[in-house]
């Protein structure tokens, strides 16, 4: 069953019950929609892009910030047999070009964030013969979302949609280079929400608290909620304060958070900012979930200490893989916490050297992965592709290692890796012993060019807010605890930026202080 089909089942089957909830906290504004009624819009959708000429295997640009319209347009598309192409919010108008000279996309439904790049950039745009916009404001020669749906037809259109088919093409966030466009089939999305609900035991009663951005696989966590037909509550504007109204005014059962929400929330409960007795210990929410990025092993472990009742979860995943799911901490494992896990349901994972051989156990060395969630190839590059699938196997890019339970570490990213006088030097493992100071808030580890030793690491650290910290005491706390050829050679008092996926932006920094954005 694809998941547009799993959307029109949970209309028969649960037509009253709420589907999706959206929260707009600074407008005070709180909308939901049944499922029968978020089934209807969706076919509505698909009703009239089939009426502008959408085709099955078509491509429809789709700039919006999260909401529910966001979910309505993107499983419309889906349903005229079209592909979806999420846009990244933080692309600009070159970004935008650049997606639309690759996908050639005869439509574009935007947000009215977007009106501007848009309007920019229509010129450069040949191919798009209809601009539909979701706001207050519609610019000239663009038609209302609205509109649009109130003249289309709720009922599904009949289009033949088979797993095998093409589903929708996401572009990565092109933070080592350009955009690269990761085409995913129906298989694999429907593989994605199976392998949600049998990890993370998802029941019909569940709500799901979505903050992450949906053009960047989050709403693959929400899928494992399709499959049940439990409900999703998303939270367009993510601050500590906002995201714990969210949990105890809307009962969420289970939260996903990236590395700097989670760092912000506990930094609030440390200062007495917030205080769990005043939203009943988010007695409601029994599991916690992390991923997008390496987690210093502090962060769940203090969050633990907070909320001990809460299940704790590492997911790992990547866009070619379908996003979550590859890899899983599985719940009672918490004395794995630093591990990403093992493979999850229908997922096989290896770890090789460069000759794509087994290394020993305990040994270092890429991260390979094979299951149903494996994309397709990239969009119209057969090389980048034939690289990333070489063998069967999908080529993560990413350093691990395996312990003699078979839980997986994940060391760093290839190209991240520093080799200063011939040593290979993992930053993660640094920025994990670094991220255990008591005042650190954040923290990136980069390689500098040094003329003796051809590399040597930076630390960039981001203190928590109110507080002084000295190189000195930096310095004193990570002597102790890495052996002197990893201890950082030169100390960076500085933000560390990262993306809405909440990874960090290492090319910005390597630029900021080497000049170049790829390693050295």
């Known amino acids: 069953m694809t998941v547009v089909e799993m959307i029109a089942r949970n209309a028969r089957m649960y037509p009253g019950d709420v589907a999706l909830i959206e929260l707009r906290p600074s407008q005070r504004l709180r909308k939901q929609i049944t499922w029968k009624d978020f089934d209807q819009r969706v076919s509505r959708v698909a009703n009239a892009l089939l009426e502008r000429g959408v085709r099955k295997g078509d491509r429809v640009l789709h700039w919006m910030m999260n909401s529910i319209n966001w979910l309505e347009a993107y499983f419309g598309i889906m349903r005229t047999g079209a592909w979806p192409v999420p846009l990244n919010f933080r692309f600009g108008i070159n970004d935008l070009k650049y997606c639309a000279d690759i996908v050639q996309a005869r439509v574009m439904i935007f947000g009215e964030e977007f009106t501007e790049r848009v309007e920019s950039a229509r010129s450069q745009l040949p191919t798009v013969e209809h ?26 259109p009949e289009v033949e949609i088979r797993g095998e088919d093409e589903a929708v093409l996401f572009f990565t966030a092109g933070t080592t280079g350009p955009p690269k466009a990761i085409l995913l089939t129906h298989n694999n999305l429907e593989w994605a929400a199976v392998g949600q609900v049998f990890e993370h035991q998802i029941a019909h009663t569940d709500n799901f608290l979505v903050c992450a951005p949906l053009y960047h ?3 693959v966590h929400w899928l494992g909620n399709l499959v049940v037909g439990a409900r999703g509550t998303l939270l367009t504007e993510v601050n500590p304060h906002n995201m714990f109204d969210a949990i105890y005014k809307e009962k969420v059962t289970k939260l996903f958070l990236l590395v700097p929400w989670a760092q912000d929330i506990l930094g609030a409960l440390d200062r007495g900012e917030l205080k769990k007795e005043d939203y009943d210990n988010l007695s409601s929410c029994r599991r916690l979930h992390m991923g997008a ?71 270092v060395g890429e991260l390979l992965l094979r299951g149903n969630g494996v994309m397709k ?22 350093m691990a290692r395996m312990d003699s339970d078979g839980f997986i570490y994940l060391v ?10 011939g040593e290979n030097i993992f930053p993660v493992e640094i920025e994990a012993v670094i991220q255990g100071h008591p005042k650190v808030h954040d923290v990136a580890v980069i390689g500098v060019p040094d003329e003796r030793l051809g590399e040597i690491v930076a630390a960039i650290i981001d203190p928590k807010p109110g507080l002084t910290l000295t190189e000195e005491e930096v310095k004193e706390f990570y002597q102790s605890r890495l052996p002197k050829y990893k201890w950082p050679r030169r100390i960076i008092f500085d933000k560390v930026p990262r993306n809405p996926a909440g990874k960090i932006e290492k090319p910005k920094l390597r630029e900021k202080y080497t000049g170049k954005r790829e390693a050295f």
């Open 293 to 363: 990025q390496p987690i210093p092993p502090t962060i769940p472990k203090r969050w633990k200490q907070y909320f001990p009742h809460m299940l704790y979860e590492t997911d790992f995943g990547l866009s070619e893989s379908t996003g979550p799911g590859p890899l899983c901490l599985g719940y009672g494992n918490e004395h794995k916490i630093g591990a990403i896990g093992k493979p999850g349901l229908n997922w096989e994972a290896r770890i090789v050297n460069d000759k794509d051989e087994d290394v020993a156990q305990g040994q």
């Open 217 to 219: 696989l989050a709403q």
């Open 377 to 398: 190839g990239y969009y119209k590059n057969p090389e980048k592709t034939a690289e990333a699938l070489k063998g069967g196997w999908l080529h993560t890019g990413d």
């Open 412 to 421: 760093d990213r290839k190209k991240d890796v520093v080799i200063s006088g």
């Open 131 to 156: 601009y539909i916009s979701a706001s207050q404001n519609i610019p000239p020669d663009t038609e209302d979302f609205e509109h649009v749906l109130s003249e289309a037809s709720p009922r599904p």
